[in-house]
Nanobody
Framework: QVQLVESGGGLVQAGGSLRLSCAAS???????MGWFRQAPRKEREFVAA????????YYADSVKGRFTISRDNNKNTVYLQMDSLKPEDTAVYYCATVTPVGVRWIGDYWGRGTQVTVSS
């Protein structure tokens, strides 16, 4: 049974930083991993993705240069370092295994999410 558990969310002031973690279990093969987010009254959107060995990373334009995705396969954990946070980054952040489909990233297995709130 695949399980993804996010942690590290919280309340931070604009300009601050947070690091999200996603602990994975039950994955029997190498997976691309990604982060998505959903703000109130908005659709879920792609944030970042990383290849199975960490060699390739992909970012939404809105977070490029501010967020960094990484993984530690020895710990079965994926991270999202978020710097220079803005109020518009406020959302529930979800970890997922991902598959690229055309120019989009599709989530397969999902975590339950962690809330990130950025105050102005």
């Amino acid at each position: 049974q695949v399980q993804l558990v996010e942690s590290g969310g919280g309340l931070v002031q604009a300009g601050g930083s947070l690091r999200l973690s996603c602990a994975a279990s039950g994955l029997t093969s190498s997976y691309r991993m990604g982060w998505f987010r959903q703000a109130p009254r908005k659709e879920r959107e792609f944030v970042a993705a990383i290849s199975w060995n960490g060699g390739l990373t992909y970012y939404a334009d809105s977070v490029k240069g501010r967020f960094t995705i990484s993984r530690d396969n020895n710990k079965n954990t994926v991270y999202l370092q978020m710097d220079s946070l803005k109020p518009e980054d406020t959302a529930v952040y979800y970890c997922a295994t991902v598959t690229p489909v055309g120019v989009r990233w599709i989530g397969d297995y999902w975590g339950r999410g962690t809330q990130v709130t950025v105050s102005s």
